[in-house]
């Protein structure tokens, strides 16, 4: 008799009335047949939602325990929306399971593919990281951006992070317990995904639609992904200017040089009142460029020396503590 695996997996939520019921359902049809083997813990980290989003979760907490006993729900609730990423950290952090897999609640990460990664990692793969192969479900200015962002980040950032993967993975105890052990209070999850290493391995998947509700992600938050992303990964940004600085310099000591022997030979004209203008805005550009980026790293620098937590946690609902002794 094998033994049997417990299974956490980390959802966090943010105003998602219409799809967790959804998500319970679909995740008791996909194990019902594996009761024997898998046991589950969901864990929902209610990410200061302003809807129905808490007391459906507690409602189906109640009643999947009375009705499965092979799932099990806890409830993490925020007292306000700290972003995905936290939400992620605060899960990992409170799960007790063998495995552990971070999902979406809008089931674009299809739970039937758990059961592939279970299959893998009892193979001896301690990281098995869902993979991408279409976009559809994305618009096409997403899908151009999110792919520029990859180039970008792989050409500067080191490790790189494999294309098209999101943090639909499963990972060994191991994995999480190392990752628990980041104190970062900037954190791009998938980037740490792949820091951390271990033997890893890929499965495709096809992106579905959203079961319902909207996308909780729009243009703007994903522009500060993507530089939390850079940032957190690659100090190039900040090195890069001295490169810049040095090749300017340069440019401008020749052009010195080129400007007083044409003094010699030529005498001294006054027109050249455009490229001075453009020379000087082109530098003044440059110049608040290189001093923002400084302000990006700067400001993160400030933020995380605080020290502050990553989340705040109103309350953890976690049903096994009262009511699994009757
Ligand atoms: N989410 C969250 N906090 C946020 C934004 C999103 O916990 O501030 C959750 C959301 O409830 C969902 C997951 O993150 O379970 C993915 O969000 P969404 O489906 O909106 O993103 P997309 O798939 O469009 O990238
Ligand atoms: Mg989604």
Known sequence: MQNIILL??????????ETIQIFIEKINEVFIDYVDTIKIEIVFVNDGSSDDTLDILLNMQNNVYKQHNFINIKVIDFSRNFGKEAALSAGLNNVSGDVIVPIDVDLQHPPELIIKMIEKWQEGFEVVVAKRCNR??????????????YKLHNKISS?????????????????????????????????LFSWVGFKTTFIDYIVPERSAGESKFNGWKLWNFAL????SFSTIPLRIWTYVGSF??????????????????????VPGYASIIALITFFGGLQLIGIGIIGEYLGRTYIESKRRPIYVIRKIYDITDDKKVD
């Open 8 to 17: 956490s997996l980390v959802v966090p939520v943010f105003n998602e009335q």
């Open 136 to 149: 559809d479900s994305d618009s096409w200015i997403k899908k151009q951006t999110a792919s520029m962002f």
């Open 248 to 269: 300017f310099a340069l440019l401008s000591f020749i052009f010195m040089f080129y400007t007083i022997i044409r003094v010699f030979v030529h005498g001294v004209d």
């Open 228 to 231: 939390e992303g850079i940032t």
């Open 159 to 191: 490790p790189k992070i494999p294309e098209n993967v999101t943090d639909f993975r499963l990972m060994d105890r191991k994995v999480v317990d190392i990752l628990n052990t980041f104190t970062e209070t900037h954190r791009f999850m998938k980037g």
